[in-house]
């Protein structure tokens, strides 16, 4: 893949890469727009390499996601020593959402990151099983049984909020 | 709830958020040409990091000396051991019979060769001119 097609598939699944890093990022968008920029960066000085064993799309989300916990793993270590040099507090959330996303924003909070990276990818994303496995480099069994577990978390937060 | 009505307010959930999210993607030539916000890891915290692996490291590395098979720990054999093994019967003489020795050491099954060039050889005289 040239220098320049690859551009191309960036700018195409741009909204798209950044919903995910969104997800990843736990919805907060400073901490979103930096991984998704690191993640850019890597793939286009060749740091990450596409290979072609996957689609461009589940290989994207591949890079953001690790991006995302590299990003996660100097986060706590920074928030060891708090009040020095480390990153200051940022709001989460985009924009002004209504009340129904954010209480649902919440309730997929809740999950197990698995889980909830999961059903992200295929409700989200219309990803299958196996690509979300691949994207997130598991087995599709597990991804299969982390969807089933989250669906019907989910189902129950939802519930328990909706009939208390 | 039924389990398509619950995929559907799933899907209709997502995608809501979805659409949220990608509304406010940033531009990307914008994001790309910005300098990169790196948050660098403070230096104490760096530090900190460095020293707990280094305790790790001594603290693995003497418990695999310890754990060495002959390593002559103090606390290696208990109190009792050498007084045990120090320990004689008392009717240990009544073991030491004549000939025992012949057990403790490999018998010379071959017996020695004699040494005959130091003995004089007899002349001979029957036949000989005197």
């Known amino acids: 893949m040239t220098p320049a097609e690859t551009r191309a598939e960036i700018e195409r699944l741009h909204a798209a890469g950044f919903a995910w890093s969104m997800a990843c990022c736990g919805r907060k968008r400073e901490r979103a727009e930096d991984v998704l920029q690191t993640s850019y960066l890597k793939i286009l000085d060749g740091r990450a390499r596409f290979e072609g064993r996957s689609s461009f799309k589940t290989f994207l989300f591949g890079v953001i996601r690790r991006t995302a916990a590299e990003e996660r793993r100097r986060a706590v270590l920074a928030a060891l020593l708090p009040g020095r040099d480390g990153a200051s507090p940022e709001p989460a959330g985009s924009a002004p959402d209504p009340v129904e996303r954010l209480a649902f924003a919440a309730a997929l909070a809740r999950l197990p990151r698995r889980q909830r990276e999961v059903l992200e990818l295929v409700f989200s994303h219309g990803m299958t099983i196996d690509e979300s496995a691949d994207t997130l480099g598991i087995a599709p069994g597990s991804a299969a049984a982390h969807y089933a577990r989250g669906k019907s978390r989910l189902a129950r937060i939802l519930r328990r909020r909706t009939h208390p | ?130």
């Open chain 2, 1 to 130: 709830m039924k389990d398509d009505d619950l995929e559907l307010s799933l899907q209709r959930r997502f995608a809501e958020t979805r659409r949220a999210d990608e509304a406010a993607a940033p531009d990307l030539g914008a994001l790309l040409d910005r300098p990169p916000r790196t948050r660098p890891v403070p230096a104490a915290a760096r530090r900190l990091a460095l020293a707990a692996a280094l305790a790790f490291a001594a603290v693995a590395a003497a418990l695999l000396v310890r754990a060495r098979p002959g390593f002559p720990g103090s606390g290696d054999l208990p109190p009792a051991a050498g007084r045990l093994a120090a320990w004689t019967s008392p009717t240990a003489s009544l073991l030491r019979t004549p000939g025992a020795e012949l057990g403790a050491r490999v018998p010379a099954l071959v017996p020695r060769v004699p040494v005959f060039a130091s003995l004089a050889l007899p002349q001979t005289t029957k036949g000989a001119d005197r």
